[in-house]
């Protein structure tokens, strides 16, 4: 394919997507497929000489189409929102063309720039404590990671780095591993589990801090403070929390206030992780669950979930680049370049200009744009929410702070099981479970940027009439 | 931004990128800018209201364009290639609208199944064992991992989760910590900096084993097989060795034919990495290149680097999936689905829908476009190889096998590196170092996708008049 062919067939690509996302809501959004159902739709092998491009934009509806869960739905209600905007898609494919890939300063220095510059405006869109914007002389500053997870371990990692290091400044002749086994990270018990994966990979005791419903799922201070002191009694050296603002079951909020003191005085890493909820923080009203925010180490959430940055743009900051700097630097010759002392810039890993995204959607739709969105989705989860407690059959099952709604039927897990599988093999809606208390829960997560009032009133209405059926037939 | 609008910025956008690509030649290919640029060409926050499209699109040549680094251009000779194709750009903007978060089967089915059964297609196409193969019964198969580096942190993981399990079976009492701080991986002293970080993450010993000029850079049979003794001797647990097939300095290859029985009589986990080179295996005549597969237990390359799929695209396949899903395995509730069972699929990471780009590719080149555009710039290495070895200033410093030539003036570090900073300088082609027994080396890299041979006569005519100043300047 030469130039002028990309010209014609980007074009026709363009009103491609343009059609699916402008039709979306008159798909099946969860697709109705056994597991291998692919396969027997193409080839085994890739064809020796080229197919037309007329077969392979065929094969689009024909193949993929019909397996394709379809996230941008309004009638996609799972897990929680991933981002979809136009100029970020516009952003993305020019990113693609440049196609540089950023691993230092040198191998793009307009990748590296644009994205420290694009970490200090939305740094500054959420009010973070000076400390970690990177301005022109702050030791701080933001790096963009490709998911949370990878921000939970790549603080983990820094942590551990920090933690060993300090340990062998008092004490030299300790063997590392000898203290690397002592480690211990903590987390809740609502952290996401690529939380618990991280101190896998990192070969880290990692512990979860019980919480329960009368606290509405978060950690607290004190329960924080007796593991810690329990651990240290018993040899161990406590050195990580991850700390979740906006947990992925029920968006739960930690007591970053109490948790950030404590971690401080025992010199303990607080990384905080706010995947879902950290976008909100953009808004004023939404800000003060951030508080707390000056005692952490590292903060992470995700521009691709809920800020109109498609994936992938897991946005980090820390107050100390040299701590991230240290713990992972290698400095081969073919890596190193004239202005590599510089220290300004850092990149943990290879990656495409992610920047240039942020910084379309960031223009295109301005901070109160973006804060509109928001407050659109916030506003759609309170209706959901009423509609849930004006039925007496239901009950919500946690506070209901931004865009998520847990709630259940009054009842048994049985009947909601069943019924949350009636609303899947329904196809219409596609919602997901979580366990809170031993209790199973209806996540119903605002997801898609085009949802509305009237697509939340439908869901209702199908929830409703699904979960009369299910009670008929169910013994309660 | 509505879809009406998307529909008119979208196409300006292909034809902007279309413009960018066919002029790319004419642009400076490294860029003249100061740490620090690009901070003062734009605003400090982002905007409260929207800014005009107009004005984000005139920025990309006032503030992006003279910092970008032009991967693309034909005069770009650094680091290794990075795909850059119109029908993985055509994918990626399909995959950018469908927008699904490809974390498990039931998140969207067609992502994880076009997966697996285009790693089949490409393993095909490398004639890998069909130990490889998922198809509709295997044990082994292909997942795409977003680097090389992840691959081998990945395959680093499985190696030690499995090391461990053996253990404990055979003596169940003994502390896990314990047998981690024993464990020992091994690579080549020529291997990518990221397989040392990926020990230093795992939290395991790793050690480098020594290679020389004059056995080319590789890591033979006996060496390995010595270390290990010694090792096993001081009462460690030796349990991962990570080949490289194409090494960055100077696309070495490890002796894995010879390697390979060693790792499997000591149960040695061995993973290959040929980020590179791997490309190249779809040829026939470089397919030997690998022989020695079969004693692998996992294998990775970038398809994102020599095979026109652009990033990020970095191809891994293990002959065991449960290795992987075992040491990864975190199952909670709003991951659940109905087919979570089939074991079928395996996906290590939040990803976008990255295999329909293999798909375009593939069928928009076909196996024989594939191989001829790889074999083009093997000719155009060797080209260039020619055209050193005419000179009797200069010499080649490693054996030509693929895309990569290694060169130097006769004569001291210091001139080569002058030579070097001259030529980076000048700003017509961009070329990278290394350092290959202590001697400082060019790095002459084929990288575009429209790199002809005139391109190449241009640049040694560029390199050998700067070789003359600088000799001249220079005493010998």
Redesign the interface.
């Given at each position: 394919?030469?130039?002028t062919?990309?010209?014609r067939?980007?074009?026709e690509?363009?009103?491609?997507?343009?059609d699916?996302?402008?039709n979306i809501e008159q798909r099946t959004v969860y697709?109705d497929?056994?597991?291998?159902?692919?396969?027997s739709l193409?080839p085994?092998?890739?064809?020796?000489?080229?197919?037309t491009?007329e077969?392979?934009v065929k094969d689009?509806e024909r193949?993929?189409?019909?397996?394709?869960?379809?996230?941008?739905s309004p009638y996609f209600y799972a897990?929680f929102p991933?981002?979809?905007?136009?100029?970020?898609?516009?952003a993305?494919?020019?990113s693609?063309?440049?196609?540089?890939?950023g691993f230092s300063?040198?191998?793009?220095?307009?990748?590296t720039?644009?994205e420290?510059?694009m970490m200090?405006?939305?740094g500054?869109?959420l009010k973070l404590p000076e400390d970690f914007i990177a301005g022109?002389h702050g030791q701080g500053g933001g790096v963009i990671q490709?998911?949370a997870?990878e921000a939970t371990?790549v603080a983990l990692?820094a942590a551990?780095c920090r933690a060993v290091r300090m340990i062998l400044a008092s004490d030299p002749q300790r063997p590392e591993?000898?203290i690397?086994?002592k480690l211990v990270a903590y987390s809740s018990d609502q952290a996401?589990?690529?939380v618990?994966?991280a101190g896998?990979?990192?070969?880290?005791r990692m512990k979860k801090i019980p919480t329960d419903q009368s606290d509405k799922y978060a950690v607290q201070g004190e329960t924080l403070r007796r593991m810690i002191q329990e651990d240290k009694a018993a040899g161990l050296i406590p050195f990580y929390f991850c700390a979740t603002l906006g947990t992925?079951?029920s968006c739960a909020f930690d007591h970053i206030t109490e948790l950030g003191p404590i971690c401080n005085a025992e010199k303990i890493w607080m990384h905080i992780d706010a995947a879902y909820a950290g976008s909100s923080f953009i808004c004023p009203e939404f800000r003060p669950l951030l508080n707390g925010i000056e005692f952490a180490d590292s903060f992470n959430f995700n521009a691709h979930k809920w800020l109109l940055v498609?994936?992938?743009c897991s946005t980090m900051w820390v107050k100390k680049r040299s701590d991230l700097i240290g713990?992972?630097k290698?400095?081969?010759?073919?890596?190193?370049h004239d202005?590599q002392e510089?220290g300004?810039?850092f990149c943990t890993?290879?990656?495409?200009f992610r920047s240039?995204k942020m910084?379309?959607v960031?223009?295109?739709?301005?901070?109160?744009?973006l804060q509109d969105y928001i407050r659109k989705h916030v506003e759609l989860a309170k209706e959901f929410e009423s509609l849930v407690r004006a039925d007496q059959r239901f009950e919500i099952s946690a506070d209901v702070v931004l865009g998520l709604v847990c709630f259940r039927l009054k009842g048994s897990n049985e009947v909601n099981e069943t019924l949350l599988k009636r609303i899947n093999n329904g196809r219409k809606i596609h919602l997901?479970?979580?366990?809170l208390s031993g209790q199973?829960v209806l996540?119903f997560a605002l997801c898609a940027r085009t949802t509305e009032s009237r697509h939340i009133r439908e869901a209702w209405r199908l929830i409703t009439q699904l979960a009369e059926e299910v009670m008929q037939e169910l013994p309660h």
């Open positions: 394919m030469d130039t062919e990309f010209r067939r980007g074009k690509m363009v009103d491609l997507i343009a699916y996302l402008e697709p497929v056994e597991p291998g159902y692919l396969r193409i085994e092998e890739a064809p020796e000489d080229p197919d491009y077969d392979v689009i193949v993929i189409m019909p397996g394709v869960t379809h996230w941008h897990y991933t981002a979809n905007s136009f100029p970020a898609m516009l993305d494919m020019l693609g063309a440049i196609g540089c890939i300063w040198a191998a793009s220095p307009a990748c720039e644009l420290t510059v200090d405006w939305l500054k869109m022109t490709g998911t997870s371990l990692l551990r591993t000898g690397t086994s996401h589990c690529s618990e994966r896998m990979i990192a070969g880290v992925t079951p498609n994936f992938d713990a992972f290698m400095d081969p010759l073919y890596l190193k202005h510089s300004r810039y890993d290879n990656s495409l240039l910084w379309f960031f223009r295109m739709y301005g901070l109160k744009g997901v479970p979580c366990l199973f996540r």
